[in-house]
């Protein structure tokens, strides 16, 4: 599974795209967030405030619950700020 | 009917005469142009740097500009979004509606500004006299992209 990080999710976790194996029980967005979190102080301090990290599975918008799968590449971001 | 991510600047004229040129039904051009804001209230630089998600930016413009043509008889339509480093006074983002009418022009053209600044991943790192900031996304705009869902 590919990872990608934008903007301060990007600064505070220290690298911009990993690819990663998580482990079995990482069936969901929401399962994948709190397994990321788990990974280091970096990663426990970006991901702190889940409501506030929006995640796009293969480049569409998703929701916590939508599942996640090996091939997929997962982005995580703050909420918006173009125009 | 095009969508563009680019570093470079845009010629809002130019842009303007080719949307509308070759098609002598449309009665309205709408236009939006976003500028850098000078934040620092006249302390200093204060310019920004635009990131984004190459790919999935692009194919949201795409999804936004969609929505607006199913919601409104357009007969053109452009964004232009720009990225990189950007100082107080320059270019953002274009974004241009064209119609027979004005009404369809003018109020495609506000939806296209409200949901892109709420969906488009986009972020802005300000330079700022106290150092680098991530600028927050405000409550303000989630309220103006919401007015256009009652209707949807």
Known sequence: MKLLYFAWLRTRI?????????????????????????RGPNFATALENPSVVRVAVNQEYAKPGQRVAPGD????????TGG | MA???????????AELD???????????LASFVGLVR???????????????????????????????????????????HRHGRLEPGERIVLVATASAHRKAALESCEF??????????????????????????????????ARWDAGA
Do not use: C, N
């Open chain 1, 14 to 38: 220290g690298i911009s795209e990993e690819v990663v194996e998580p482990p079995a029980h990482v069936a969901t967005v929401a399962d994948l967030v709190a397994w990321l979190a788990t």
């Open chain 1, 73 to 80: 590449e997962v982005a995580l971001f703050p909420p918006v």
């Open chain 2, 3 to 13: 969508v563009r991510v680019q570093r470079e600047d845009f010629d809002v004229g």
């Open chain 2, 18 to 28: 080719a949307l509308a040129r070759d098609d002598h039904g449309i009665g309205g």
């Open chain 2, 38 to 80: 000078d934040v620092s209230g006249g302390a200093g630089a204060s310019a920004m740097t635009l990131e984004h998600y190459p790919g999935m930016t692009e194919r949201l413009l795409a999804e936004i500009e969609a929505e607006a043509r199913r919601r409104w008889p357009l007969s053109a339509s452009l964004i232009v």
């Open chain 2, 112 to 145: 296209l500004i409200d949901w892109l600044k709420t969906k488009a991943p986009f972020w802005k790192l300000e330079e700022t006299p106290e150092g680098e900031r991530w600028v927050e996304a405000r409550d303000e705009d989630d309220a103006a992209a």
